[in-house]
């Protein structure tokens, strides 16, 4: 056989994805170097390696101790375990594999998720002298959540129990009787011994009351064709390929479904229609392009689409939605916080949002449900999404590729949770949900517009001036609405309609009922901002001084308000110089917890990243930050410059 020949027949084979998963001592990182040693899937200079290795090293004796082929890391070798997922390739004349080994102690399971989310089968190990243990059902739980389509229990160590068939049975009913509470399609029991290389890659001898398939065998046959999704067409766009004026291609990797030239496809959120053109890999022009295939797609019109954007087919429409529920696994040593912002990443999508309520907490042991209010590290529960903007997504179970998602947060950077979506909220969840996302009680009503309505363009005629909403945001002492007063001041002389909201006359009224929790102060800026819009419409100029200190609360007052008549000013000062101008004593109090969730000193405050304007009151007095305030507004139009 010619070598391209032998390329082209590697090429043809098709690939399983497998990952293990098991406690501790349950002999994965073994198995694995068994079916690599004897599949004849290691080089000899590896070979060589564990060899001297297993002789420093080893816990086999004098035999060569497999299991340092996949504990590749120094800390590995050393305790004895594994700690990060190790990816090992091997193939046989049958089949091409990509083994995820993944770790087995509970403080792992972050890095077993990372390792299982792309895989079509899952190794669950069992130590037969132990039995089935909490990290046995905690993976098997996994393996349920995240829809792997093929489980194999191989009960390991079967040589410690003198190969007893009686073990096996005992220790597979009582697992079959866990799992058939879990939505898992295809469970296979195979016993082994990885040391021993029992039932590994060959029928064993010790154990011919077997009759089933070896471990190796199943692996080679078992009917992965059918996994996956081949209806539903996903395109997410992860770039725009534009090297020359004359090409204009979309890229991206095909989520599931198939896509063919002439195809009609929507383009999601925008809604537009196209047709594709063109479909294109690494090579070049193809007929197909198919689930998990990288395609480049031409349409045949110019269309805006941009990275995030999704190309479906028209009949066959995912959900648009920023409201959600999504079984969540925690990953992180900070718990969940329901009053937090994070950043949640799905598909080519990254969109600021919140865990806006915990739903129920999952014992994996029992798989009993129980009220939390919130997640600690690997823990599991079922919670609702509200994102600043919606996102194109499926149900992880009709759609893995567009149902799974990550939560980063928004301070560390940091991968803090991994979750599958189960589906849209429904109207009477989102009343729930807060403020900003609940429906009105008269929704029934519907605006409407009197005779001798007065219109904004006339009143904005009559005034000489447009309205908008400076949303003055910093710390408590930053001598922000001492600049609100003055501006309103200087702008009441030139005969502008002006107004100050601010948080005292708020708090003495219209928020009189709110706390100084985080989710207190988002209601207060809510209300600030629906009446705000209501002077705006009146043709008022507000400045709103507020602390305001959430990045995406902030981008729901900006959507309120309106964008176009929004301005976002960062009052900036040092906190030392914040702590000397606060005459009320707030950050004493704060210091000593009477009060909780204080900006600054207990939550963080998230700065604006890009404000219209940015004044360090530390540096420049009241009157400077005013001019400069004055300054913005003749720039933007919103008051005349000669006014």
């Given amino acids: 056989m010619s070598i391209d020949e032998l390329l082209a027949e590697n090429e043809s084979m098709d690939l399983l994805r497998l990952v293990t998963a098991g406690s501790v001592d349950d002999g994965k990182s073994t198995l694995i170097g068994r079916l690599l040693y004897e599949s004849k899937g290691i080089y000899e200079d590896q070979l060589d390696a564990i060899e001297k290795a297993s002789k420093k090293q080893g816990s086999a004796g004098e035999r060569v101790d497999l299991a340092l082929l996949t504990d590749g890391l120094k800390a590995e070798r050393e305790q004895g375990i594994t700690i990060d997922v190790a990816y090992r390739y091997f193939s046989t004349p049958r089949r ?7 770790p087995g102690h509970e403080q792992y399971t972050r890095n077993m998720v990372t390792g299982s989310s ?3 089968l899952m190794i669950i190990l069992l ?7 909490v990290q046995s059902r905690r993976h098997a739980f996994l393996a349920s959540l995240l829809r792997i389509p093929h489980l194999v229990v191989a009960i390991n160590k079967m040589d410690l129990v003198d190969y007893s068939e009686e073990r096996f049975r005992e220790i597979a009913a009582e697992f079959t009787d866990f799992a058939a509470r879990l939505e898992l399609t295809d469970l296979t029991f195979i016993p082994v011994s990885a040391l021993e290389g029992d039932n590994v890659t060959h029928p064993s001898k010790k154990m011919d009351w077997y009759k089933g398939r070896n471990l190796l065998s199943h692996l080679e046959t078992v009917h992965i064709a059918s996994d996956r999704n081949l209806i539903d067409f996903r395109f997410p766009v992860q770039y725009v390929s534009r090297p020359n004026s004359d090409f204009r291609g979309y890229m991206g990797n095909v989520a599931s479904g198939v896509v063919r030239p002439g195809d009609e496809v929507l383009v999601l959120p925008s809604g537009v229609t196209n047709t594709v053109k063109e479909v294109r890999d690494a090579n070049g022009l193809i007929e197909s392009g198919v689930s998990s295939q990288a395609l480049t797609l031409v349409l045949e019109n110019e269309t805006d689409i941009s990275r995030g954007d999704m190309l479906v087919h028209p009949q066959n429409r995912p959900t648009v939605d920023r409201c959600f529920e999504a079984m969540v696994v925690w990953m992180s040593d900070t718990p969940m916080s329901q009053d937090k912002s994070y950043v949640i990443k799905q598909s ?17 042991n029992t798989l009993r449900k129980t009220d939390a209010d919130s997640l600690e ?9 509200t994102l600043n903007h919606p996102i194109t ?7 893995p590729g567009t149902g799974a998602l990550i939560i980063i947060d928004r301070m560390t950077n940091n991968t803090v949770g991994a979750a599958m979506i189960i589906g849209p909220l429904q109207d009477s969840d989102k009343a729930n949900l807060g403020s900003w996302q609940s429906t009105p009680h008269g929704g029934y009503l519907e605006r409407q517009e009197a005779a001798g309505h007065v219109r904004l363009e006339e009143r904005i005629e009559k005034q000489g001036h447009k309205p908008a909403t400076l949303l003055l945001t910093g710390l408590t002492g930053t001598r922000k609405r001492s600049i609100a007063y003055a501006l309103e001041r200087r702008l009441f002389e030139e005969g502008v ?7 005292q006359s708020m708090r003495l009224g219209l928020g009189r009922d709110l706390g100084f929790s985080v989710k207190g102060r ?13 002077l705006n419409e009146a043709g008022t100029l507000c400045i709103c001084s507020f602390v305001a200190p959430f990045a995406d609360t902030r981008a729901r007052a900006k959507e309120l308000v309106g964008a176009d008549r929004f301005l976002e000013v960062h009052v900036d000062a040092p906190i030392e110089f914040c702590r000397e101008n606060d005459p009320s004593g707030l950050y004493a109090k704060a210091d000593i917890g009477e009060i909780k969730d204080f900006p600054g000193v207990t939550v963080p405050y998230e700065a604006p990243q890009a404000p219209d304007c940015k004044l360090d009151s530390s540096e420049q007095p009241v009157d400077e930050c005013v001019e400069r305030l004055v300054g913005l507004l003749r720039s933007k139009g919103i008051i005349k410059a000669d006014a």
């Fill in 118 to 120: 792309t895989a079509s």
């Fill in 127 to 133: 130590d037969a002298s132990k039995g089935v243990l």
């Fill in 522 to 534: 988002d209601e207060n800026l809510r209300r600030v901002s629906e009446m705000a819009h209501l």
């Fill in 393 to 399: 997504f499926d149900p992880y179970r009709r759609n």
């Fill in 497 to 503: 309609n002006v107004m100050v909201l601010e948080g």
């Fill in 377 to 385: 590290l690997n823990e599991i529960g079922r919670c609702a999404f």
């Fill in 96 to 102: 091409k594999f990509i083994i995820a080994d993944s």
């Fill in 348 to 364: 080519t999508q990254v969109v600021p949002g919140r865990i806006s309520d915990l739903r129920y907490q999952v014992d994996v």
